[in-house]
């Protein structure tokens, strides 16, 4: 090998593009999930964004380079038939969660709010991918979203702290039994989006400025942070069964709350 061909090789690096490429995203009408569809729009992809109500024209303009699906991801056979009518693929990310508090405390009554909450992100994770799986295009990846919590518990967060750390080892699994297809996930840490909307307002100010104080970024995180993120990895095709943490460097400091 010559030494420009060798210099050549060095600097080639995979491009940031999805031109060409169909991205779905459940969970991706709002909040992180639409940050992943904007960057993966921008990056040249046809995107379809699918969750449980589909958002009209007058009420949600900024869709309207989308394609929308409506499927509630813990009804196995709806997940199966979006998937069927979707058709071939090229990456799946899947941010959609059940609405937060929806799990109660470990010491409740009875287990419905952990079932029903682990059957919305745990099972509701693996429907997508069981059911995109057979439709993922070579190349394809699948990207989970966690969160903190997956390796630093809180008091009061057991349901979702164990279906991020069930999610986290689902990735893993996949990325063995599906590869060459490329599972991975992202774990955010505090991302100001509506999620927080159950929060008085001047609660949510608070622990934004909190975050911004105490977090090292210095700032709360945005959507499009984990769009970014996303990109990355769909686009790198030597990524997989990892975990990547996009979180102001949240997990280095004191929690917040
Ligand atoms: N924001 C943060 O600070 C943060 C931090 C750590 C981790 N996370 C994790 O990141 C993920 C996304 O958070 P986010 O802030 O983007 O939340 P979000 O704004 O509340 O978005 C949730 C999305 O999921 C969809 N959805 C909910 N239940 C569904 C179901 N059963 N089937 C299909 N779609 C469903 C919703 O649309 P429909 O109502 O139309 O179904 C909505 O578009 C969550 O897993 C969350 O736990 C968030």
Not at 119 to 128: I, T
Not at 140 to 155: C, D, M
Not at 168 to 190: K, Q
């Amino acid at each position: 090998m010559t030494s420009s061909s060798k210099q050549q090789e060095a600097t080639l690096a995979p491009p940031l593009t999805l031109s060409g490429k169909k991205v779905v995203v459940v969970g991706g009408k709002t909040g992180i999930g639409l940050g992943v569809a904007l960057a993966a729009h921008a990056a040249g992809a046809t995107v379809v964004v699918a969750s449980r109500r589909i958002a009209s024209a007058e009420e949600r303009p900024d869709l309207a380079e989308f394609l929308q699906i409506s499927v509630d991801i813990r009804d196995e056979s709806a997940v199966r038939a979006a998937f069927d009518t979707i058709g071939p693929l090229d990456h799946l990310v899947v941010t959609a969660s059940p609405d937060l508090g929806s799990w109660g405390s470990f010491m409740d009554a009875d287990m419905n709010g952990v079932r029903s909450y682990m059957e919305g992100k745990f099972l509701g994770s693996w429907a997508c991918a069981r059911h995109s799986a057979p439709h993922l295009k070579p190349g394809g990846s699948i990207t989970f979203l966690t969160g903190g919590l997956a390796v630093r518990p809180k008091a009061g967060f057991a349901a979702a702290t164990s279906s991020f750390a069930a999610v986290e080892a689902l990735s893993g699994s996949l990325a063995l039994e599906l590869a060459p297809t490329r599972v991975n996930t992202i774990r955010p840490g505090f991302i100001d989006t509506d999620m927080w909307s159950f929060l008085p307002a001047e609660h949510r100010d608070g622990l934004r400025r909190k975050v911004e104080e105490a977090f090292p970024a210095r700032r709360a995180g945005k959507a499009e942070d984990i769009g970014h993120a996303a990109l990355f990895l769909m686009t790198n095709p030597y990524v997989t069964g990892t975990v990547i943490e996009v979180s102001g460097g949240e997990t280095l400091v004191p929690s917040v709350s």
